[in-house]
């Protein structure tokens, strides 16, 4: 079927991008689903730096590639072997799909698929190969979702199906935002009743673990270098908010500290800013070539736990039913972190806006 989509062609082309126009907004040709996977009309896909970092080259990927991983679809069809997802159902992308057969998958979502993440490097469907063509040559599938297009084939293991009580935005935002930085909190850093949450670096992902802390009962700290950021956290709920260059003046420490910025010079304000005994978990992601420095006196001499978390250490089909329950209970504002809506046409200038860290989550309606 012809589908509409948005292709990015180079990567490290300069700012403003709407401008120097690495991504192509073009049709191309989807195949039918194969074994295993379904075809998804997507309704919302959310822009996120996962999907920015390939476009400034931080995270080399094959291409061209139809980016978009973070979105919420219904399903149109369902290829041979799938038979727990019916036509018309509503589904979660999620940007790792899990095997269930590897070490990865058996590591209570620890460390990540390994099939999933082989896929996802070689710009595939964890079934094998690509769905996606235009002008004669194949395009990649980005971590095996491509949602920036009205249409997509994806693995069955890289969704999970929702009520339609949920609305898309809301499902969209479970899939990769609030499944990273809720899962940093759930799964990963687990806090101990009563224990204060701080988080460093407020965009999408650090604001949902905002959320997700405060749904489970915790005070929260918020800490980012922007002062419109602390205005949004601090309405969503944090019992503190301080500005970066603020922090190690302030003397404040907290048991449990998220690093959700993804720059090395975070991740070593997130270090010290933790309390004795506590844990600093990083579900940032920094350029390959980044490097922090930490002392390693304070990881012994304080009985310091560091906690790397990919997905937020989740099982997408365990955490994301849960995440709906707070959301239904209204506990989980997930509505909040949109920042705007736009069409597929302004994805160009909705990465720069993303770049200059003016947004936390602009959501692609279709």
């Known amino acids: 079927m012809r589908i509409r989509g948005a292709v990015l062609e180079r990567t490290g082309d300069p ?3 709407a401008a120097s126009r690495p991504l192509a907004v073009r049709e191309l ?11 998804v009309r997507i309704e919302v896909a959310g822009v996120c730096h996962s999907d920015l970092s390939v476009v400034d080259g931080n995270r080399p990927r094959p291409l061209p590639m139809l980016l978009g991983h973070e979105a919420a679809g219904i399903v149109e069809a369902a290829g041979p072997g799938v038979d727990d997802v019916a036509v018309g159902d509503r589904v979660v992308m999620t940007f790792l799909p899990r095997c269930g057969d590897c070490a990865g998958c058996a590591s209570d979502g620890r460390m990540p698929c390994e099939r999933g993440s082989a896929a996802n490097g070689a710009g595939e469907l964890l079934e094998g190969g690509r769905r996606l063509h235009a002008d004669g040559g194949e395009v990649f599938h980005h971590l095996g979702v491509s949602a920036f297009a009205d249409h997509a084939v994806v693995s069955r293991r890289s969704v999970v199906p929702v009520p339609h009580d949920v609305p898309a935005d809301v499902a969209a935002l479970l899939g990769c935002a609030v499944l990273t930085g809720g899962g940093a909190v759930l799964n990963a ?55 970066a260059s603020d922090l190690e003046s302030s003397g404040l420490r907290a ?3 998220i690093e959700a910025a993804g720059h090395p010079r975070a991740f070593e304000t997130a270090f010290a800013a933790t309390a004795p005994g506590g844990t600093t978990v990083t579900v940032g992601l920094p350029a390959p070539d980044a490097r922090s420095s930490i002392s390693p006196l304070a990881l012994t001499a304080e009985a310091r736990t560091v906690v790397g978390s990919y997905l937020g250490t989740s099982v997408p089909e365990r955490d994301i039913p849960r995440y709906v329950e707070l959301w239904r209970a209204g506990l989980l504002p997930v509505e909040q972190l949109v ?8 994805v160009a200038a909705a990465m720069d806006t993303l770049a200059d860290g003016a947004a936390l989550r602009q959501l692609i309606v279709f």
């Open 255 to 257: 048991p449990v500290v």
């Open 29 to 39: 040709e989807l195949d039918p689903p194969a074994s295993g996977e379904l075809l």
């Open 189 to 243: 850093a687990r806090p101990a009743d009563g224990d204060t949450v701080m988080v460093v670096g407020l965009g999408g992902v650090g604001m949902a673990a905002l959320l997700v802390a405060r749904a489970l009962g915790h005070p929260v700290i918020a800490v980012d270098a922007r002062a419109d950021k602390l205005e949004a956290a601090a309405a969503l709920g944090a019992l503190q908010t301080v500005l």
């Open 15 to 17: 700012r403003p991008y």
């Open 339 to 346: 920042s705007d809506r736009i069409r597929l046409d302004d």
